[in-house]
């Protein structure tokens, strides 16, 4: 029976081999056409999410440019590496001394605020021992501040400079009056203080600071004396005799 069945699909399979080669090929034809277009529709889906991704990607990374925003610093002084360093907005004093190498070991952060957050051009002056020290040595106050706002951005107390503006004469407050008032509009150059002296013309904080360094051992007593102070001449006395008295 078994055989018998056999037979007879050798012979259906041998009468119609050519049909059913035929419609073999056609189905193996259509399987491939169709994994082919699902591969395709595969691929290009992934393109699209791939697409997609890399987008959000940029947007994000253009959004965190946006947001974090760099600054410039100027370190000088008694640092490892002193320069101009590019930290993120927000950081702090600290920061920027680490980058430049951290401190020396002459350095004194006494009169330094390392907690202040830095902001775009500011200049950091660390000082040295010996620099506060000589200073000191200098100043009839024996002040511990030796910072000067003009030129260092970062310091606890105010700058030596307005210090000794508003509290070197202040056991004269008579005189110190009379200074601020000036006589018929002059300045006295024995009592007047740092910011007068600028006003003079064509005297800079470094000659009204050697003015004043002179007065401490001296006093004017006639306003040509003035002329006894290193760096000022003939010419920048012709220039302000007229706005000056003793």
Request: net charge negative; glycine share 4%; charged share 30%.
């Amino acid at each position: 029976m078994l055989e018998k069945f056999k037979n007879n699909v050798l012979e259906f399979i041998k009468q119609y081999e050519r049909i059913i080669f035929i419609i073999i090929c056609t189905l193996l034809t259509f399987a491939i056409i169709l994994v082919l277009i699902f591969k395709k529709f595969d691929n290009v889906k992934a393109t699209s999410n791939t697409e997609e991704v890399s987008l959000e990607n940029n947007e994000i990374v253009e959004e965190s440019k946006e947001e974090i925003k760099t600054i410039k610093v100027d370190v000088k002084g008694a640092v490892a590496k002193p320069g101009v360093y590019s930290l993120s907005e927000g950081s702090i004093v600290d920061d920027a001394i680490k980058l430049a190498g951290g401190i020396l070991k002459t350095a004194n952060t006494k009169e330094i605020n390392l907690s202040k957050k830095l902001k775009d051009e500011m200049v950091i002056v660390i000082y040295t021992n010996s620099e506060i020290q000589e200073f000191k040595d200098k100043t009839e106050n024996k002040t511990e501040c030796i910072c000067d706002t003009d030129i260092n951005e970062v310091c606890v107390k105010e700058s030596y400079t307005n210090y000794y503006s508003f509290n070197t004469n202040t056991s004269n407050a008579k005189e110190s009056k009379v200074s601020e008032e000036g006589i018929n509009g002059l300045i006295n150059i024995n009592i007047a203080s740092l910011e007068e002296l600028l006003t003079l013309n064509g005297v800079g904080e470094s000659k009204a600071k050697a003015i004043i360094e002179y007065r401490k051992e001296n006093k004017f007593e006639t306003i040509e004396d003035i002329m006894k102070v290193s760096g000022i001449g003939q010419s920048l006395f012709d220039k302000i005799k007229e706005s000056i008295t003793v």
